[in-house]
Structures are given as structure tokens and as C-alpha cells.
């Protein structure tokens, strides 16, 4: 899946911050990418342990190591690199264990894609919503920084921009225009996604 | 699949759908429909937290201590440099300022390209090489590899040593030395051993152990023997990122001395096109053909010198 280029500037800002041992950026990093991580290993593994044990050991990789990021890809595409070969190597160890579910995303999102063209609202039709639901999750899931959640939190959540503000630590005008950007990076990375699935 | 209209994406006034508009109540709309994202269970969400705090603060502790030690070695070789300076001897000479010689210590490896750019000598850890032209080397200690790069009508490689001479017939070959004998393995093609009672050609899948007295004893090696591992090693690993698929296998297979073959269900032209992103630093060999296949939806094995490429158990 290819998405619209990330915030790398964010992403080199949050990585000093790292480098530079300070806990407010392990924090932001943590709740940044940790949720949208676990997703990427629970769309590819079956079992709960291991997808803790997949994610725990990539970011345990990733952040002994932070000070190797160079920056040439996003950071959540850094450690979907990584939690790959995670995988991989899970896969090699244990082929009786728990088995890889897929490591391209191509058949949920053509599923979702396929959703898009049914009709009316038969039980064919909540299967595809369910399937429509999974492609913006995906969306939602690579967008840069907390765009993701700052969308989920105001059209899914209900909540106000005072209560965004608060969990992000900003102004509630800075996560007015946080929004907007969000909404754009969400528009442009679904249309992306779905077009490069062969549709539209 | 079944194609009928599209009732489910909500829309516009104009028909345009919301992932393609600018209207941020269609967006909305699209994210309402499709409900939050599953959320990971807060104990699972702590331990993974309290693991990758500890990891990332051991991190920040070895970078310390390597800076701290690196500070201590600069000063350590500053004032070792400024000793050997003020003790230098009037004619500077031998093997330790001759630039023809290249050393590898314990736990290094490294790579030298031949002067005329066909090939490249790969020196194990703790060896001594010294050139002595274009396309000739003496062995002084330690290990040397030589690949070709498949370059079959590149002039012949020399390696001497004290024990023979090694000359090489278009091939991949190590030359190991020790105070007692001198061992040559051939990967690939073959090489022609001469010395003072000896005339001996040894050709691929054999290695031939050469005592100081004259004796020699001759051994199978397979391509794919682990014994070669330390070569592939030495060499690191090539960038992957746009690489077709079809390269890096072939890479794989000559680093690894597999036959590349394919099950009859997958088609090589469109393996070979698939263009691979990522990287594979750190990786194992055979981890790095896992990885990059799983992502084409692709999975291998190796058997008796064979890597086969198949369908993924999942495609």
C-alpha cells in the first residue's frame, strides 16, 4: 500500500528527541505508533500473544536503534519494515506456529474495494460494509503523525475540539488546523489507496 | 465479484465519493459509517510500553558508553600517534607502511575490488593480503575469496603463498593459509595449483588441503556448504529498495550457491519483474529470500543446492 509521503520533518523532530533521551518523546512515539503497529501485526497474525511479542520485539529493535533512522522513509513505514522482518523471522522459527495471515494487504483492501460496488442492504451488503470499514482503518492507520486519531476522535468519538486539545496538549485552534490537514491527508490516502487497487 | 452500483460510500451532490472530495461532511460521513479502529487491550498496551521504555533506554546507555569510549580511544591513539611520531625511524619502511598490504583485524571482514575492476578479493577476519598487481595477491595469513562477478572472460587471478601458487580458470575460489598447509576451496570453474613438487588442477565442489612437506589431500565441497557463509558476510548485503525481484535472486543464489529454479505454478518473467522495496541490512541470507518473497506473496526452499521459488501458502 502506497500512501501519500508522510511528515518527515515531524518524524526527524520526534527522532531527536529520542536520541536526546528525553521521556515526553518516548510518550508521543509510544502513543503515536504503538496502536497503528499492533494493527499491522494483527492484520498478519492470528494470535494475540503473538502479535504482542511481534510488536514488542520491533519496537524493543526500533528504539534501541533509533539513532539509525535516516530519515529516507516515514517512521511508521520504518517500523513496518522492520516489524516485517519480525514476522518473517517468526514465520522461519516456528512454520507448526501461528501462521502468517498475509504480508500484503492486497486481499482485505481488494475485498474493501469490491464492497465499494454492492448494492442494497442485503447480508452481502454488511459484509461489505464491514469490509468498506477496513479500508479506511487502513487510512486512517498511515496517515502521518496523530491525523488518524485526531479524525477518529472527533467524527467517530464526538469529541470537542477542547477535548482533542487536551489529549494532544495543543490549542484547540492548532487541532482546528490539525483537522483540516487531516481531512485532506484522509481524502487524498483513501482515494490512493482505492485507486491503487484498480478502481476509480 | 459483483458489480452493481456503489450505495455504501457516501456521496456528494455532484456523484463524487467522499475518499475523492473536498467536503468534509462526506469524510465524516465515510468515518461515522465505518466506526472506530479495534483497540489494543490496555495490558497488553503496558507490557509492550514497560519493554520498549527499558529497550530504548538501553540503547541510550550503549550510545553513551560507545561515545565515552570513543572519546578514550581517539585520546589513547592521539597520544599513541604522537609517541610513534617523536620515536619514527630516519627510513620508515615495511609491511606496516606499504599500502599494498591489506589487513583485517579479529572481527572484521572486508571487501578489495581488483585493480582492473573485474572481480574482488574478500578477506576473512584476521588476515593479511599483500597486492602485488592488477591480478596478482599474496596470501601472508588468514583467509582470501576471490569472485569473478561472473565476468568469465576476465584474465586470470594469482594467489601465492608460501606453499603454492594459485592460479585461477574463470571461477570462485578461497585460499585459507596457516604455518602448516595451505587450503584451497573451489566454489565455481576451477584453478590450477603449482609448487615446488605439485601440479594440480582442482575443479569445482572440491577443496584441496596442501601440507608444507608437499602432501595433499582432496575433499568434496559443496556450493551451498555453511563453510562459505563468512564470504557472502564479508561482502554485506546489496540494496534492495527498486531492485527487481529477478536480481536479487540471482544475487541470493550466487552468495548462497543455490540453482535458482521455479514450481511449474509460478511464472519466472513475472517473478523476475517484481520490484522489491525495503531493506534487507541485518538479515540473514535466508532470511532476506523469506522476506522479500512473502512481500511478492511467494515462499522458497533449498534442497540438495536447489532454491525453488512457489506460490505463498496463502495466495
Given amino acids: 500500500m502506497r500512501l501519500p509521503p508522510t511528515a518527515p520533518a515531524d518524524d526527524a523532530a520526534l527522532v531527536r528527541r529520542l536520541i536526546r533521551g528525553e521521556d515526553a518523546a518516548f510518550d508521543a512515539f509510544f502513543e503515536t505508533h504503538f496502536p497503528r503497529l499492533f494493527r499491522f501485526a494483527a492484520r498478519r497474525l492470528d494470535d494475540a500473544d503473538a502479535i504482542e511479542e511481534v510488536v514488542q520485539a520491533t519496537l524493543a529493535k526500533a528504539l534501541r536503534r533509533i539513532h539509525t533512522w535516516r530519515g529516507e522513509a516515514a517512521l511508521f513505514t520504518w517500523l513496518c519494515t522492520i516489524c516485517r522482518h519480525e514476522l518473517a523471522d517468526r514465520a522461519r522459527r516456528a512454520s507448526s506456529g501461528p501462521r502468517l495471515v498475509a504480508l500484503d494487504d492486497a486481499p482485505a483492501v481488494r475485498a474493501a474495494v469490491e464492497a465499494l460496488a454492492v448494492a442494497t442492504d442485503t447480508p452481502e451488503d454488511q459484509l461489505a460494509r464491514r469490509e468498506l470499514a477496513t479500508l479506511v482503518h487502513l487510512t486512517l492507520d498511515a496517515l502521518p503523525g496523530r491525523y488518524g486519531d485526531v479524525l477518529e476522535w472527533k467524527y467517530v468519538h464526538g469529541l470537542t475540539m477542547a477535548e482533542i486539545a487536551e489529549r494532544l496538549g495543543a490549542t484547540p485552534k492548532a487541532v482546528e488546523s490539525q483537522l483540516s490537514r487531516a481531512r485532506a491527508a484522509f481524502r487524498e490516502g483513501f482515494a490512493t489507496l482505492r485507486a491503487s487497487y484498480g478502481h476509480e | ?315
Fill in chain 2, 1 to 315: 465479484m459483483t458489480t452493481v452500483s456503489r450505495p455504501d460510500v457516501p456521496r456528494a451532490a455532484d456523484g463524487s465519493a467522499a475518499g475523492d472530495s473536498g467536503d468534509p461532511a462526506l469524510v465524516e460521513a465515510l468515518l461515522r459509517d465505518a466506526g472506530g479502529r479495534t483497540a489494543v487491550d490496555p495490558d497488553r498496551q503496558a507490557r509492550v510500553r514497560e519493554a520498549a521504555r527499558q529497550a530504548w533506554r538501553d540503547g541510550l546507555r550503549a550510545r553513551r558508553r560507545r561515545r565515552w569510549l570513543g572519546a578514550a580511544a581517539l585520546a589513547a591513539a592521539v597520544l599513541v600517534a604522537a609517541v610513534v611520531w617523536t620515536r619514527r625511524p630516519a627510513t620508515p619502511a615495511g609491511a606496516d607502511a606499504d599500502d599494498r598490504v591489506v589487513r583485517t583485524a579479529a572481527d572484521e571482514r572486508a571487501v578489495r575490488p581488483l585493480g582492473d575492476g573485474r572481480g574482488e578479493w574478500r578477506l576473512d577476519e584476521r588476515t593479511t593480503m599483500r597486492v602485488d598487481g592488477p591480478r596478482a595477491v599474496a596470501l601472508v595469513r588468514g583467509a582470501i575469496y576471490f569472485d569473478d562477478q561472473g565476468d568469465a572472460g576476465a584474465p586470470p587471478v594469482t594467489v601465492t603463498t608460501p606453499i603454492a601458487t594459485i592460479t585461477d580458470l574463470g571461477t570462485r575460489f578461497e585460499v585459507r593459509i596457516d604455518d602448516e598447509r595451505v587450503t584451497i576451496a573451489v566454489r565455481e570453474g576451477r584453478v590450477h595449483v603449482t609448487g615446488p613438487a605439485l601440479d594440480r588442477m582442482v575443479a569445482a565442489g572440491a577443496r584441496v588441503v596442501v601440507a608444507a612437506g608437499g602432501a595433499v589431500t582432496e575433499s568434496a565441497l559443496a556450493p551451498d556448504d555453511p563453510s562459505w557463509s563468512w564470504t557472502r558476510q564479508a561482502a554485506g548485503p546489496p540494496p534492495v529498495d527498486g531492485l527487481p525481484l529477478g536480481r536479487f535472486l540471482d544475487w541470493a543464489c550466487r552468495e548462497g550457491g543455490w540453482t535458482l529454479e521455479f514450481s511449474r505454478d509460478v511464472s519466472p518473467e513475472r517473478v523476475r519483474a517484481i520490484v522489491l522495496h525495503g531493506s534487507i541490512d541485518g538479515l540473514s541470507l535466508e532470511d532476506a529470500v523469506t522476506t522479500m518473497l512473502l512481500a511478492a506473496g511467494l515462499e522458497a526452499s533449498t534442497s540438495q543446492g536447489r532454491l525453488v521459488v512457489r506460490p505463498g501458502a496463502r495466495r
